[in-house]
């Protein structure tokens, strides 16, 4: 997931639910180590079916000595105490940037069964119901893409599904075992009709982060997590062979803003308009241009303070794609972010309408502390179990 220390990032079958919860569907919450908030209202948590503690470094599972030190924010018991009975303790593996312990791991099946022979270390000594693999761009296209170019890492396209299948031998059948992947199309190197059905073999499901589909390598601006963009991503996955029932929809607690070029256009038509360079063609470097933050951070500037209020107060649902935005034309910002309203659309024209096996977020503590989106998504949840139920 791509990691929010305001920002993520971003990105968990079931075959047992919270004990509060008649639902058939997932209900996920990342717990992130920047946010590690858990709401206090047993009705905000009851629905809630698994978490991911977020995130443990990949390189924790290469050492080759016997080790019993799992580093991470939060432990599994301390968890599992936190929440309802019944719900699922992940450990999140990997993260936004952290690639290099994957790529180690991958490269040979020696190199494979030890990781795996580490990680089924590490559910069992800390307790763990499975883990999350965060490996999000295997074959490329990650935060190092204009240092190291795909070409370097079109070996990981074939060694992706057999590090995944080495855990699930490790791990066995009865522990969970889920995996973040890309939400954009052209991010989806490893993810073809030739892999993803040996890639399902070894998981339980995927959580395909439909958020961040605008980002610093775009420029025009559109929705960060709109719907019909996470159609389009759904589509991909489906159409390689991945069943509806394995697969999550994603959803960003958190605000993304972009600076636009300020021309005519933008003022005239926003959805579209451009932006201009947000990223150094030579090191991929952000070049300052776009931000966000969750809804628990402190807001970075007053003059973004400002914009942000007015983005909520006349901020705009766009049915035609299927996103809240707003236009600050005095400061040139595009905002783009989910709305409780949103969340709400997404059950029927996304979730239903694709069949999906469930939905999660990240992150729970970043929602804190009114949890208005962790209740909106909540109740999409039940509604769409009632008309399912009454099916």
């Known amino acids: 997931m791509m990691m929010l220390t305001w920002r993520r990032l971003v990105l968990f079958p079931l075959f047992i639910m919270a004990a509060t919860s008649a639902t058939t569907l997932r209900n996920i919450m990342y717990l992130t180590g920047q946010h590690p908030v858990i709401p206090e209202d047993v009705s905000l948590r009851s629905p809630i079916t698994h978490v991911a503690l977020a995130f443990m470094n990949s390189n924790t599972f290469n050492r080759e000595e016997e080790n ?4 991470i924010f939060m432990s599994v018991e301390e968890a599992r105490a936190k929440f309802e009975p ?4 992940m450990v999140a593996i990997g993260g936004w940037g952290d690639t290099a312990g994957f790529d180690t791991a991958a490269r040979t099946e020696e190199s494979r069964a030890r990781f795996a022979r580490n990680v089924a270390s590490m559910v069992r000594d800390t307790g763990a119901d499975g883990v999350d693999i965060d490996w999000e761009y295997p074959g490329g296209n990650g935060e190092d893409y204009k240092q190291i170019p795909n070409s370097e890492k079109a070996w990981e396209i074939t060694a992706y599904p057999l590090l995944l299948a080495a855990i699930r031998a490790a791990l066995g059948p009865d522990k969970l075992i889920s995996a973040a992947v890309p939400g954009i199309p052209r991010d989806m190197l490893a993810f073809t009709s030739d892999t993803l059905p040996q890639i ?3 998981l339980d499901f995927l959580n395909v982060m439909t958020y961040d589909l605008m980002n610093r390598r775009d420029t025009v601006t559109k929705h960060h997590t709109g719907v019909r963009a996470s159609l ?5 996955y489906m159409s390689s062979g991945a069943p509806p029932e394995n697969l999550n929809l994603g959803f960003a607690f958190y605000v993304k803003y972009f600076r636009t070029e300020g021309s005519n256009s933008c003022m005239a038509n926003p959805i579209g308009c451009p932006t201009g360079l947000m990223e ?7 070049l300052g241009k776009t931000g966000g933050f969750s809804y ?10 400002r914009s942000y209020e007015n983005a909520v107060s006349e901020g705009r649902y766009d049915e035609e794609g299927g996103g809240y935005w707003y236009y600050d034309a005095d400061q040139a910002l595009w905002w783009t972010f989910d709305t409780p309203d949103a969340i709400a659309r997404k059950f029927p024209l996304v979730v239903q309408e694709k069949n999906l096996g469930g939905v999660f977020a990240w992150g729970l503590g970043e929602d804190a502390p009114a949890f208005k989106h962790l209740s909106a998504l909540n109740d999409g949840v039940k509604r769409l179990a009632k008309v399912k139920d009454e099916l």
């Not at 019993?68 to 580093?71: D, L």
């Not at 019944?86 to 303790?89: L, Q, R």
């Not at 150094?280 to 952000?286: C, L, N, Q, V, Y």
Request: glycine letters at 6%; aromatic letters at 6%; zero cysteines.
């Open 68 to 71: 019993s030190s799992w580093p």
């Open 86 to 89: 019944g719900t699922k303790i």
């Open 200 to 202: 399902m073999q070894s």
């Open 232 to 236: 389009a991503s759904l589509n991909v």
């Open 280 to 286: 150094d063609p030579a090191t991929g470097a952000d």
């Open 296 to 305: 628990h951070d402190d807001i970075p500037h007053d003059e973004i303070w």
